[in-house]
T-cell receptor
């Protein structure tokens, strides 16, 4: 099956930028997603990018996609304490768009 | 609009016992998914219902797991008999029938934390 990998932890200071990285294996994935999980809550869709795009910006969030290297990143500008959560990268299966492959999640800790 | 709900939020059982997890999707969502996260690792797909039919159950680990979706509404996931390695967080998600509209947005419930002792 597809392999999606992320680093486990990231710690930043409030006001700094955070960059969460993800690598994936299936180059035929159509969409790639970023989900956020706050403590005690379910996963919340943050943003997504179509595979023919290099970059997508949505307010404080910037998604960069390098298809050649199969690398996806999520940049959070002006990180706030409320951004502390686990961030999951996911790709949709090329055979079944409804089937997602997730990474292990990156726990972002924002220090005041 | 109510989100995806799951019951129970936590369950602690002994090896060999049976546990049934329930998921209520967002009303009107035909797609329902089960995922599992074991030991802080990746979230793994278990299966996908479209209404009451199993569309894809390729992620079900073995025949100790049985998922049903009565009448295309709520779904249950039964583990019988439970083993130690079944411990983890079981997530349910739902989405409306895409009808050719992408990207697929799956709405997740808070998960059921299962601990098998």
């Amino acid at each position: 099956g597809e392999d999606v990998e992320q680093s486990l932890f990231l710690s930043v200071r409030e006001g700094d930028s955070s960059v969460i990285n993800c690598t994936y294996t299936d180059s035929s994935s159509t969409y790639l997603y970023w989900y956020k999980q706050e403590p005690g809550a379910g996963l919340q869709l943050l943003t997504y990018i179509f595979s023919n795009m290099d970059m997508k910006q949505d307010q404080r969030l910037t998604v960069l996609l390098n298809k050649k290297d199969k690398h996806l990143s999520l940049r959070i500008a002006d990180t706030q304490t409320g951004d502390s959560a686990i961030y999951f990268c996911a790709e949709s299966s090329p055979d079944n768009f409804n089937k997602f492959y997730f990474g292990s999640g990156t726990k972002l800790n924002v220090k005041p | 609009e109510a989100g995806v709900t799951q019951f129970p939020s936590h369950s602690v059982i002994e090896k060999g016992q049976t546990v049934t997890l329930r998921c209520d999707p967002i009303s009107g969502h035909d797609n329902l998914y089960w995922y599992r996260r074991v030991m802080g690792k990746e979230i793994k797909f278990l299966l996908h219902f479209v209404k009451e039919s199993k569309q894809d159950e390729s992620g079900m680990p073995n025949n100790r797991f049985l998922a049903e979706r009565t009448g295309g509404t709520y779904s249950t996931l039964k583990v019988q008999p439970a083993e130690l390695e079944d411990s983890g967080v079981y997530f349910c998600a739902s989405s409306p029938l895409p009808a050719g509209r992408w990207p697929e947005t799956q709405y997740f419930g808070p998960g059921t934390r299962l601990l098998v002792l």
